[in-house]
Each structure stands twice: as structure tokens, then as C-alpha cells.
């Protein structure tokens, strides 16, 4: 499979979630009158004529990792959105512009790509897309090439301390790149990973107040390097250079991930296979010969 194939495919898979989203919003929001009639008032936080959002649908449409970061006044925003799209959506309702054939045609369209979309999501979601290590490793080697380091980098372990003095202590206390190491995971844990311990720089992309490092030998550590409001240490594990191969370790997420990418798109292909087998498309592509794209819609063969 080429790559631009599996890249395609992600960014496929990335659009058909996001519509996917996009389409429960809108169908988890709006109720018949028979349907809002049994929803208790106080549960009810906009009405526009009788349609409803209640708090319930309100906090399901909002991912479990963001609600907890939300405010009652984006809550609310989120709220008066929904009330505008269903001020101008009753409108557009009254004025008949849903009887419009070409409205209709472009709503059905929809339709038929949000459900097509979600019988694609539901096919795979329910296969549990596992890559062995032996595939991983094949993958690998058959690609060996594509690991080449574009340019020379540098392995280094970070360390953060909050003042300067205990950044010096640190570092005359760390001279062995074992105890270097344990205390930067140590502190990396102790934080949720959320400051990096072990760093892989292209020597381009080293920032520019840690340049000293690209002066160090192996085994040697940075003086501290203040940036923002903590200290920085580095301990220079090893250097790399240009056209070195990288480890699989180091590649070996980024792999699985393509690997995982390919099943997929395998699977869906194959979906499709199967559904043509039983159903009889005719196609007639030779009526599109004569024309461009803008004399079809007119009707007019192009001269």
C-alpha cells in the first residue's frame, strides 16, 4: 500500500468522525412536540417554540475531557448557539425553503453520507485492530530507508528545577547518567508526563537558550538554563548523524499506527466489495466524455 494511501485514509477517518459529531449534535437536540412534552421544566435550559435542549443533552454533546474545563458562561454559549440555529432553522421551516428540490437534494445527500459514515465507523469500531510485534518488526525492515535521519540529532534527559540554587545542587549531585536518568523519570511521573524527560532534538530544532548543549560531549550535563520561570538541566546521552538509522523504538508507535491504518482501510475496501456483489451499479461513464464540470450544470455539451 503506498503511503499516500494511508495518510488519505486518516485523513478520511479524522472527517467522517468529525461529522459524525457534528450530526449528533444536531439529531441528539431536537424533540418532537409529543417528545418534549414529557421533559420536566426545570430540566429544560432553552426552548424555542417546541423544540427543546435540555441539560442532559447540553452536557452529552461536550467530550468527558473538556466539561470539566467548562465555565456556566460557555455553557450558556453553547446554549444561545443552539437556540440561534434553531431560530433561523423554524424560519426557514415556515418559509418552505425545505420544499426547495434542490434543498432537499443536498439534505439528502447529507443523509446518505452521515449514515454511509456511521455503518464505516460502526464496522470498524467493532473489530479490535491488534499489530503484532512480528508485523511491526517486518514493516520495519522493509522500510529501513525511510528512518534516515534528515540531519544530525542529540539524545538528551531533562530535568526542571524551580530556583537556580537547587538546579546547581542538582546538578553537582548528578554525576553518574544512571542517577540522572531515575530522577528525571522520577520527576516526569510525578508530574503526568507532562514535561518530557528523555528528548530526541534535531539539532535544528534545539531552542535557541539551550544551545550550549550541542557543545557537550556524551555523558556530560548543561549548566542550568533558565527559560520561563524554571531551571533546566540537560544530560547529553548521545549524538546521532546524518543518515544514521533510527531504532525501531524510537518508530515503533508511529508504525503500529500505520500498520493499524492499513488493516482499516483493508477492511473498508473490502466492505465495499461486498456490498457491490449485491447490489447492481450501473455506471455510464462515457456521457461524461463531452462535458466539463461547468456545462453540466447547465445541460450545455461542451464545444
Known sequence: MKEGNVSTFISVRRSLIFLLA????????????????????????????DETLTLQQLVSEIPPSVRRNLSGEQLQSHAMRWANHQLLYQEAKRRGLDKQAELQWRL???????????????????????VSDGEIQKF????????????????????????????DSL??????????SRLAQ???????????????????????????ILRLRPGAISSPIAFEDD??????V???????????RLVRDEIAAKL?????????????????????IEKNFHLLENFVADSIVTGSPAK
Open 22 to 49: 457534528i450530526a449528533s449534535l444536531k439529531l441528539g437536540c431536537n424533540k418532537s412536540t409529543e417528545e418534549a412534552s414529557s421533559v420536566a421544566g426545570d430540566d429544560v435550559i432553552v426552548r424555542v417554540g
Open 108 to 130: 439528502k445527500r447529507v443523509e446518505v453520507e452521515l449514515l454511509g459514515d456511521a455503518l464505516v465507523e460502526k464496522e470498524l469500531n467493532s473489530r479490535d485492530w491488534q
Open 140 to 167: 520495519y525492515n522493509d522500510n529501513n530507508e525511510s528512518y534516515k535521519r534528515a540531519e544530525a540529532e542529540i539524545l538528551v534527559w531533562h530535568l526542571v528545577a524551580s530556583n537556580l540554587q537547587s538546579a
Open 171 to 180: 546538578r553537582r549531585a548528578l554525576a553518574g547518567n544512571s542517577a540522572f
Open 186 to 212: 522520577e520527576r516526569a511521573q510525578a508530574q503526568g508526563e507532562t514535561i518530557p524527560w528523555e528528548i530526541y532534538y534535531p539539532e535544528s530544532e534545539v531552542p535557541e537558550a539551550a544551545k550550549e
Open 231 to 236: 531551571y533546566h538541566l540537560f544530560f547529553v
Open 238 to 248: 548521545e549524538r546521532f548523524r546524518p543518515e544514521s538509522i533510527r531504532p525501531l
Open 260 to 280: 493499524k491504518a492499513q488493516k482499516q482501510e483493508e477492511r473498508y475496501r473490502s466492505l465495499l466489495a461486498e456490498l457491490a456483489a449485491n447490489i447492481k
